[in-house]
């Protein structure tokens, strides 16, 4: 269709990469017309469909992959839904410097529960945190704004990277991937920064964080967090995905007074 052509075209022009299905109604395309193209457009791979309504112009040396890096449209994709948002764990730690981590799958942080996305070559997958928790961590100074070709991206500073990895441990690859992204990340975080998040997060995921820091000889940031296993009643397992099987005395795990902690489990850490 022409008109759909000539339209994508000016969006281009003017450097959007998408464009909603309202907005080219808006534009002057009939809307009888409209669906028929888009829906050739997307089978021809000259359109990507992330969410119903929202479209990505594929241009030819992102049609392979299927889509651009999800970088360059999160930021659009997330306000057509009206959410606020923030790039976390793996890819955010691959940002700041922890080149351990492949980042396979890009991984969003957001105030609903959103179904994964699977784009082509591109993986998306969505960690739910509730509102309140989200809106208090979402603040300008624990979150940052990267430049993409196509604009911004919202990305979890530092300190927001290392607590939702250890909050959502069993999404960043377990105990040791999460205790390699403390040793890579733990020197630039700012302990009074990193205090202050973790004031909205389980009190064991604080406290695993901290012995994980100070493990790593990240002793400032550790100590900033120790006030979360001094208020502990109970000891939290290291790695909760690890179910308790006793059966005898020496399978007992041992404890980290400290840090409020069951040692279950080895961490290992490249030197």
């Given at each position: ?11 281009l ?23 028929p ?22 241009r ?70 509730e ?32 607590l ?13 991937s ?5 040793k ?9 920064r990193?205090?202050?998040a ?32 001094d ?41």
């Amino acid at each position: 269709m022409a008109a759909l052509d000539t339209y994508i075209d000016s969006r281009l022009a003017a450097g959007r990469g998408w464009f909603s299905r309202d907005e080219a109604v808006a534009s002057g395309i009939s809307p009888s017309a409209l669906l028929p193209a888009l829906t050739r457009a997307v089978a021809k791979g000259k359109l990507a469909k992330p969410r119903h309504g929202f479209y990505l112009i594929v241009r030819p040396e992102h049609r392979a992959a299927g889509a651009a890096d999800p970088a360059e449209w999160i930021d659009p994709l997330m306000k057509h839904q009206g959410l606020g948002y923030r790039v976390s764990l793996l890819r955010a730690a691959a940002h700041h410097g922890s080149s351990h981590q492949a980042a396979m799958i890009f991984q969003v942080v957001a105030p609903r529960q959103l179904r994964d996305l699977t784009l082509g070559a591109h993986r998306l997958q969505f960690i739910y945190q509730e509102p309140e928790a989200f809106a208090a961590c979402n603040e300008p100074a624990l979150v940052e704004a990267i430049k993409t070709p196509a604009g911004f991206a919202v990305v979890a500073g530092v300190e927001l990277t290392l607590l939702d990895c250890v909050r959502y441990m069993h999404r960043a690859g377990g105990l040791s991937s999460v205790a390699q992204i403390a040793k890579d990340l733990g020197a630039p975080a700012d302990p009074r920064r990193l205090a202050r998040a973790a004031a909205h997060y389980e009190g064991a995921a604080v406290r695993r964080l901290g012995y994980l820091l100070e493990q790593a000889g990240h002793t400032k940031q550790a100590r900033a967090l120790h006030v979360y296993a001094d208020s502990a009643r109970h000891f939290a397992p290291l790695d909760p995905r690890v179910k308790p099987i006793v059966a005898t005395l020496a399978d007992v795990p041992k404890r980290d007074s400290s840090w409020k902690l069951l040692l279950n489990e080895i961490v290992e850490v490249d030197a």
